[in-house]
């Protein structure tokens, strides 16, 4: 898994331009000699508070403080949860928390549907 968390970031240095590829040359040439490549997660979070708006990230967090199902998939609202958790990390401190929120902003009929689905199964092999 380390492998493929590196290989995420000389993917994404591969695409970057102009002041970005800037920026990414002067972190890798500062960086002390014989440490470790930069994994995927530390690469994005640096990436991120250097280059995302203080105004992007608060609205990005109120977004995910809002989401929810709507007329989505439970998969397209799966995505949106993933990519506008990381605004709002303080929120869900543990995998409970993150669990309880992702299930609050389920509609009320996926919920209902799953259980019975789930009732069902255990019927059927218990």
């Not at 920026?23 to 490549?37: A, M, T, V």
């Not at 989401?67 to 990519?83: D, N």
Request: proline share 4%; with cysteine; glycine share 4%.
């Amino acid at each position: 898994m380390r492998a493929a968390e590196t290989k995420g970031v000389e993917l994404a240095a591969y695409h970057l331009k102009g002041v970005a590829y800037s920026w990414f040359e002067l972190r890798e040439d500062s960086r002390k000699e014989g440490s470790p490549p930069s994994r995927w997660s530390e690469f994005a979070d640096v990436f991120d508070d250097h280059f995302l708006p203080t105004e992007t990230k608060a609205t990005r967090a109120v977004e995910f403080e809002n989401l929810k199902q709507g007329s989505r998939s439970v998969w397209e609202y799966h995505m949106e949860f993933a990519c506008l958790s990381k605004y709002d990390v303080h929120m869900l401190p543990t995998m409970e928390a993150r669990v309880l929120r992702f299930v609050k902003g389920l509609n009320p009929l996926t919920i209902n549907e799953d259980y019975t689905t789930a009732l069902n199964s255990d019927m059927n092999y218990g």
